[in-house]
């Protein structure tokens, strides 16, 4: 499901993550597969933030809550969390 022409294929994210391609798109953001550099190319996910849902500037909060809730949560059927972040354009991941 790769976009062309999506500017952060290929992207080092926290100098640590490359964005390999798009996994899937939802109303507030991008899942990317990625490849975590300091782990030997480990496959990861990440999760960034559409720039039009950033607008407003309570969807940031929002997601920041969404990812300490999930990150305390423990179960086979949940992603686990292991980082997050800002990109350089300020958008969360």
């Known amino acids: 499901m790769t976009r062309v022409g999506d500017p952060l294929i290929g992207a080092m994210v926290s100098e640590r993550y490359r964005i ?3 996994v899937g798109r939802g109303g507030m953001g991008v899942v ?3 490849e975590d550099e300091r ?3 480990r ?3 990440i999760k960034v933030l559409l720039s039009s849902f950033t607008a407003d500037p309570e969807n940031p909060q929002r997601f920041d809550r969404e ?3 999930i990150s305390m949560l423990r179960s086979p059927h ?3 969390v ?3 972040g800002r990109l350089e354009d300020g958008r969360p991941y």
Do not use: M
């Open 32 to 34: 990317y597969r990625g």
């Open 78 to 80: 949940l992603v686990h």
């Open 20 to 22: 390999a391609s798009i």
């Open 39 to 41: 782990l030997h190319g």
């Open 43 to 45: 496959p990861c996910a």
């Open 67 to 69: 990812v300490r809730i």
């Open 82 to 84: 292991f980082d997050t």
